[in-house]
């Protein structure tokens, strides 16, 4: 079986890169996908790490970007069944920022054995990627065993 980790955020290149995998994975039959989105402005402890299935105890920020990730997973997902992938073979999971995004994404794909790991790339300048860093960076450079799909 082939786990296909899909890092989503509300970013035009994330969406690209949904839209890759979309017209990939139907052809592959045993692929499991993994939608996860890393909720960047949560903070909690970390015993507490995934989000509540009700995001009505969260500041009305943080329910507002819950509500986005949600959307952009939904799309995501309904992406992926209309391409003929089973519905039973598509997770979602939105975890909260721990030890940074890439190293979180990193981590999701190491605790869920993913073969694939699939980013969108923003397209910093390449000042701006030197001084804020790039998460599509970090995760080449980390020297993971998986492969992965940077979709530009």
Excluded: C, N
Aim: no cysteine; proline share 5%; aromatic share 2%.
């Amino acid at each position: 079986m082939k786990r296909i980790l899909v890092a989503l955020d509300t970013t035009p290149p994330s969406l690209k890169a949904i839209q890759y995998v979309a017209e990939i994975v139907p052809f592959v039959p045993d692929a499991q996908v993994l939608l996860l989105s890393i909720a960047t402005g949560i903070h909690r402890a970390a015993e507490q790490l995934a989000l509540p299935d009700s995001g009505a105890d969260l500041p009305l920020d943080h329910q507002h970007e819950k509500a986005q990730i949600e959307a952009i997973q939904e799309h995501a997902y309904q992406l992926l069944v209309e391409r003929g992938m089973a519905p039973e073979h598509i997770t979602r999971r939105i975890k909260v920022i721990s030890r940074g995004i890439a190293r979180d994404i990193l981590d999701e794909a190491r605790a869920t054995e993913s073969d694939t790991l699939v980013i969108g790339r923003r397209g910093l300048s390449k000042i701006r990627e030197m001084v804020v860093g790039s998460v599509s960076s970090e995760i080449i450079h980390a020297g993971v065993l998986q492969a992965i799909w940077v979709v530009e």
